[in-house]
């Protein structure tokens, strides 16, 4: 089986550079590659465009990051609990643009499946729809909406094998999957790297075909945003 | 005058058996604590859980299972996972029967505004902009007044929209209101010892106010 | 959980009527829902659109229904391996539209996902495309193909439980997860029905939410069409 | 003249290290038979799954695993499983790096038929649509002349078409083509034994023939 092991964060990251572009999965801080993030961190590559459903908190996640100053704009759908990304947004020092959250997985899910744009009712009737194609299908209005594609999608999984086959826990699948499938070169990081024949081939959520470099993460802190318990 | 808690417990009670439903952040939330016994309910959480379950323990809480307000949360039997493409196909296929959510406010024709305060900051649509656009029945929860007491039941939204023509129902801690195909605030209920006039004054947009009004029942 | 547990396939089948356009699961023979054909022969229902990658054999799957005469038109994208077929097709007694097999794919999933239609470069410079729309995204062509939406769609699993969750067995999985998705009213049939809880949330091919009827099958045959073995 | 397990077995030299491949039907299905050792290759069959193996053995055989022909067969250790869109979603997102599929007719700009003879039975084009239409590099396995002694290389194709200027490359039993993208096919090798002016008579398209052209190696 094709071997797409690599031996670490920054060898996985070694060739980003300055002004791209990144797909980084994750919910909140929920299923996040921190392994990577730490490394970009290290790196200190500069005026990154970031897509991702949000932008981290201030000091973890995509908000260490913005904290060095590295990220020139955020792609997002939310982009609240975060102090010194809206000092740099006041400021101007951060571009951001806000999509529909639906918006978002689907222009990276169109991009996974070649698909160059797809068509969606989110938006309708809202600044969102400024400036973009509006057609009616069966009396409905839709937006159409263009593939993200990226050069580097960073992703992080519960499980993976060398072939770079990927299996998330619990709700951090969620954008995990659908950038995976949307990076020229997705990285994957996972708590558990095994080798080939040891994941279940019907339990898998991403295959391997589109994953590209694949590291075993370690240190996770997996930080909890809002722990909510009942007695 | 009701509570949070009481607008969310008149609001479990417009949940049908063997639905499915989407709660929002902040009073949506609530509702969950109030369904009735009989009734069968699915929570959805657009980050990509059906079966939502209560809040864990100290001793289940799990980073990697959390709801679409980040918090920690459990699965019920029978609960699926699955990624955000999905969970917005979902969406979308309107194979969710019922959204409550939260507003800044709400137009008499069932546009909503409850994303972004310009010149304040802006922390994004989320899923709201997905959920509007597309489910089936939606229910607004909220106060009927801002702060400032400035009535949110507006003949035209003011904030930037979030959806157009989608709201259904409002449940305010004055009243439940219905939103007329054609356009119009229909009083359904009043809050206990409120009274119509009380909901009038509250009401920026069209009123209509058809007969008797009866107290909201609880049971 | 919402329960959806039906008794048998005659009772989930019981109110598809003469004229219904049927989406059908399976690939070749493999994960087609052998309950449900029975049950639709017994029952004779007539003049059936169904939407089917394959048509089956001259005695299996939905070969069984053509021998009845219980199709009108076959959607395919590949009808070969049965001599009834062909004898209705040539002698005008069915119709049959063919579409490329992701396209098919695309359509079904496209309803389950909320998206009026597609874009696709499959059939671009074909007669598929005569009468279609054309797009160029990017310097590439792509048609404009509509979802598929049908009142009933049919599928096979291999696990399932009461709420409507269900799991696939290898390339059983095939059509059946899309078609699952496009269906108003979805029934499926599945070797082995348990109750909420027993199946890990983690692994569920289809949630619950996109199927409507449920029953565990019996007395499969599961045939091979090319059994091919080495020494 | 080369066999079907030869020209099989030429085409497996074309198969990079580290590549994906889908083997249509026929001659291409054999290639896998004749990959070297060194290289390492992944075959997806296109009704879902990425890591296909040999054919089983008889204790082996699992009628729910198949391949796209319908045949049994076997998963590789790493395969992966998925679903009929998300399997044509790969390949239109040019995630696979080599189709090798047969042809009944191909064109000197790459056009290919290979899916409907009109008047005769129609059995559909299955996912070579969609194949042709997005693959990044297409080899097309076939007989140089049809049955009738008729060339398949044509200036034109006659029968309906399956894709437009895809096909990259075409081994017969005569002779490796290539397809230049300003049109024309280039005759690169000869099977051993047969002369360029065979391969000149077999092929009715226009013949690109640029200096001494070489026998092929199959080591």
Known sequence: MINKKFASAEEAIADIQDGDTLLMGGFGLCGIPENCIEALVKKGVKNLTCISNNAGVDNFGIGLMLHQKQVKKMISSYVGENAEFERQLLSGELDVELIPQ?????RCM????????????????TEVAFGKEIRNFNGKDYLLEQAFESNFAIVKAWKGDTAGNLIFKATSRNFNTVMAMAGKITIAEVEELVEPGELDPNQI????????????GSHYEKRIEKKTIRE | MLDKEAIAKRIAKEIQNNSYVNLGIGIPTLVANYIPKN????FQSENGLLGMGPFPTESEVDPDLINAGKQTITMMPGAALFDSAMSFGMIHAQKIDLTILGAMEVSENGDIANWKIPGKMVKGMGGA???????????VAMQHVNKSGESKLLPKCTLPLTGIRCVKKIVTELAVISILPQGGFKLLERAPGV???TIKKATLGKLIIDGDIPEMAFD
Chains 1, 3 share one sequence.
């Open chain 2, 129 to 139: 902009m997905d959920l509007v656009a597309s489910a089936k029945n939606i229910i």
């Open chain 2, 195 to 197: 009274s119509v006039d």
């Open chain 1, 205 to 216: 959520h991403t295959p391997g075909v589109y994953v590209h470099r694949i590291f075993q």
């Open chain 2, 39 to 42: 009734i069968e309910v699915c």
């Open chain 1, 110 to 125: 169109a991009a996974g499946y070649g698909m160059p744009a797809i068509f969606t009712p989110a938006g309708i009737g």
């Open chain 1, 102 to 106: 639906g918006t978002l997985a689907f």
